[in-house]
């Protein structure tokens, strides 16, 4: 093993097997440590099948546990940084839902269906977290799908109100609203960001975040055209723009999931 080419496909190989808690990689040294609670010669198998010039160092049970524990205390953290963003995104979809009604803007109720798909995602995560490779994949899987679905509902909704005879927006609401979002948003992605960690779940989680801060941007920048224009056009723009963003994002975590 000498390059991520082919940490892929020994991820790939063994993401299936449901008694690997964890595979460490060390490029430079061509080894692989795999934490695992199955049979050694299954895996040892699965890992010759490949062709790749490998042969087992050895087994260490002691440094296995000590892997192990590691292995239960960064699920640990992972529980509890997820379920913050999950509890602050679950919030701020109840908020701006209600103010993007009340206003008549279509980019804070876009930006809720986001946020409420980002809550979605975060609960699923929440079951990922210490589950097989597979599994977290699989959420990851789901998760895009989701985002997907949200998005075409939304583009569906902006076409209506292109169409249709609709009051401007409220721009006050608008840019006090999103800026409130923009940090809460903020602060998820400086929560997720700090497990520094490679599961699909997790990753899925930051670009979701990551998108939800270029989100809230867009809607300041439309409300204050709204003031200047005294026309609805830009929130219904940014309202596109929002949702081409997510389904950008959600066609990045579906290529993740692969």
């Not at 695992?36 to 895996?43: S, T």
């Not at 977290?136 to 949200?150: D, E, I, N, P, Y």
């Not at 997790?202 to 939800?212: E, K, L, Q």
Request: glycine fraction near 6%.
């Amino acid at each position: 093993m000498d390059c991520p080419c082919e940490e892929s496909l020994l991820r790939m190989k063994l993401q299936e097997n449901g008694t690997i808690a964890r595979l460490d990689f060390d490029l430079a040294a061509r080894t692989l440590d795999v934490i695992h609670n199955g049979d050694e010669a299954a895996i040892a198998a699965a890992i010759d099948s490949l062709n790749l010039g490998s042969h087992l160092l050895g087994t260490d049970t002691e440094r296995g546990d000590e892997l192990a524990t590691t292995t239960a205390d960064s699920d640990s953290r992972q529980r509890k940084a997820l379920w913050w963003v999950l509890v602050i995104n679950a919030a701020f979809f109840a908020i701006e839902i209600t103010t993007g009604l009340l206003s008549r803007s279509m980019g804070l109720m876009a930006d809720s269906l986001d946020m409420l798909a980002d809550a979605l995602v975060y609960g699923m995560s929440l079951m990922a977290v210490g589950a097989a490779v597979a599994r977290k994949k699989r959420v990851a899987l789901w998760s895009g799908f989701l985002q997907l679905l949200l998005a075409a509902l939304g583009l569906a909704e902006v076409v209506r109100r292109f169409t249709g005879a609709e009051v401007t927006p409220d721009f006050r609401t608008m840019i006090g609203i999103s800026l409130l979002a923009l940090a809460a948003n903020a602060i998820c992605l400086w929560i997720l960001q700090r497990m520094k960690s490679n599961d699909a779940h997790i990753r899925a989680s930051v670009i979701f975040s990551a998108n939800d801060v270029i989100i809230n941007l867009g809607v300041i920048a439309a409300g204050g055209l709204v003031w200047l224009l005294d026309s609805k056009l830009p929130d219904l723009i940014v309202g596109v723009i929002v949702f081409l963003i997510v389904i950008r994002g959600a066609m990045r975590i579906l290529k993740l999931a692969k």
